[in-house]
Every structure is written in C-alpha cells, then in structure tokens.
T-cell receptor, first 116, second 111 residues
Framework: DTEVTQTPKHLVMGMTNKKSLKCEQHMGHRAMYWYKQKAKKPPELMFVYSYEKLSINESVPSRFSPECPNSSLLNLHLHALQPEDSALYLC???????????????FGEGSRLTVL | AQSVTQPDIHITVSEGASLELRCNYSYGATPYLFWYVQSPGQGLQLLLKYFSGDTLVQGIKGFEAEFKRSQSSFNLRKPSVHWSDAAEYFCAVSQNNDMRFGAGTRLTVKP
C-alpha cells in the first residue's frame, strides 16, 4: 500500500466556518507534511511532523492548526480563513532514514479548498 | 540562502524530440535531490531521486537525471517525449526533514 489518502477532495467554506482536512497513510512513514499550492505555483511547505511531533512550522497563520493524533493520521484544522487561503492543500509522508534525513515524499491527491 | 532554481518556466517540444529540464540548487552540503511531475488538478508523482552514489539516475516513464556536483545541477532528460508527458515538472531538494520545490517548468508537447 503506497497511498496517501486525503479527504475531502473538495471543500467550500465561509470565512466564519470551522472545518478540517484529513490525511492518512499506512506505509509506516514517521514524517508527515502539509503543503499549500496556489494555481501555477510550486507547493509551499507549511508544517512537518516527525515522530508525531511538530518539527517545522513555516510561520503559518494561526487560523491553520495542524494535528498529528498518531503515526498514520494528519489533520489540518481551519478556522476563520480568508479568500486568499483558497488553494490546493497537499499532504505527504516519508520515511526518516538512518541519517536523519527524509527520503522521497509520497503525496496525496490534495484537498481543493475554496473560501468564500 | 538555500534555494532551488528552475530557469525555464515553460518549454515546448515536439513529440519524439529529446527533452532536458534544468535544475540548480544552492545548499551548504549536497542535499537529497528529486524530480516530481504534476498533471493538472493532481498530486505530485515522483519521477526519480538522488541520495548518493552513481550520479546518473534512472526513473520512471523513461526519464533520467544527472547530478553534477561542480555545477550544483540535477537536470532531467528524456530521449523521446510522448504527448502524455505534458505536465508541470518540479525539481525538489531535501535536507533534514525539509523539502523545498523549484518554481516548476511547464512542458507542452506539440504533435
């Protein structure tokens, strides 16, 4: 099983809503990532979890709140978003090699978020 | 500062022609290097990777890439492009837990 599963695939929310994006992998990977991708742009790193602990937070606004409840699951809680937060949100996972570096990332298909 | 540069925003090639997509990086030590492909509305698929060893690496779909330390480059090549190769291509570098992407090169394939 080499899949990263993201739900929902599409989400439309108002600026006062609270919603969550979910990501699941069963490859035994201990690093998980959230990226944000705007149209015709590369993915931008938001958060990295290593061994279920937040290891990188790229100064993301607090209206985005990540959570890693266990080694297979990664959530991104959304609250009071702005229209400019509309984007494709990509989850990824990777092994942590013996060197401490991560290997290749396996990506989900993404959750396309529209904020009205 | 660490950076990944893909100098070509958009490349058009004819079907059957050869392809080379450029990637340069600026990191303190040799990072891990990757090429990913993304079709519209899709996630990213790994084409190939370089960690160490042989500097010419083979990937899926007939792609290969060559790591050149002296030029800090990791260019992607394919000898004969197919119409289905039309997509966005991203070079990526990773150090520790941090993977960063270049701006991407959009490939158009002419019939």
């Amino acid at each position: 099983d080499t899949e990263v599963t993201q739900t929902p695939k599409h989400l439309v929310m108002g600026m006062t809503n609270k919603k969550s994006l979910k990501c699941e992998q069963h490859m035994g990977h201990r690093a998980m990532y959230w990226y944000k991708q705007k149209a015709k742009k590369p993915p931008e790193l938001m958060f990295v979890y290593s061994y279920e602990k937040l290891s990188i937070n790229e100064s993301v606004p607090s209206r985005f709140s990540p959570e890693c409840p266990n080694s297979s699951l990664l959530n991104l809680h959304l609250h009071a978003l702005q229209p400019e937060d509309s984007a494709l949100y990509l989850c990824a996972s990777s092994q942590i090699r013996t060197s401490g570096n991560t290997g290749e990332l396996f990506f989900g298909e993404g959750s396309r978020l529209t904020v009205l | 500062a660490q950076s990944v540069t893909q100098p070509d925003i958009h490349i058009t090639v004819s079907e059957g022609a050869s392809l080379e997509l450029r990637c340069n990086y600026s990191y303190g030590a040799t990072p891990y290097l990757f090429w990913y492909v993304q079709s519209p509305g899709q996630g990213l698929q790994l084409l190939l990777k370089y960690f160490s060893g042989d500097t010419l690496v083979q990937g899926i779909k007939g792609f290969e890439a060559e790591f050149k330390r002296s030029q800090s480059s990791f260019n992607l090549r394919k000898p004969s492009v197919h119409w289905s190769d039309a997509a966005e291509y991203f070079c990526a570098v990773s150090q520790n837990n941090d993977m960063r992407f270049g701006a991407g090169t959009r490939l158009t394939v002419k019939p």
